[in-house]
């Protein structure tokens, strides 16, 4: 019994480490609330402290397969709901909009990646 018990927990500490591994090198948005919160946090810092931030995910939801939708999906899911009970955002009245990109999509000369991870782009329009 001890040897089972001490290989469920060798065997769980390297899954956990495989599985954190994967998502901080995966070549899509795996989301973690690490990454969801450090996303959000550089789109707010971005935006400014008096902004209300959004992701605008349409776009690529129907271009992209769903193995690359769902964490970005889920990513934007979590800023809306963030944003809507922080007292300070859901007071703002501008709304600074976000479009997903794929990394190696081009830009135009009025846009600028301002988060980039797993492949994925948030872009500003200025």
């Known amino acids: 019994m001890l040897v089972t018990v001490a290989f469920n927990i060798i065997f769980s500490l390297i899954y956990f ?3 954190a591994a994967t998502m901080a090198n995966a070549d899509y ?3 973690s609330f690490r990454k969801m919160e450090s996303v959000r946090q550089r789109l707010k810092a971005d ?3 008096d902004c209300r931030v959004r992701i605008d995910d349409a776009s690529f939801l129907k271009t992209m397969a769903k193995k690359y939708t769902q ?6 899911q979590y800023v809306d709901l963030r ?3 922080d007292p300070i955002a859901s007071a703002a009245r501008r709304v600074k909009t976000y479009q997903v990109r794929v990394t190696s999509q ?3 000369a009025n846009e600028r990646v301002v988060c980039e991870t797993n492949g994925v ?6």
Do not use: W
């Open 17 to 19: 480490n495989h599985q």
């Open 29 to 31: 948005f795996l989301p």
């Open 47 to 49: 935006a400014g402290a």
């Open 71 to 76: 964490g970005v999906m889920q990513l934007a």
């Open 83 to 85: 944003e809507q009970y």
């Open 106 to 108: 081009a830009l135009s």
């Open 121 to 126: 782009a948030f872009v500003a329009e200025d």
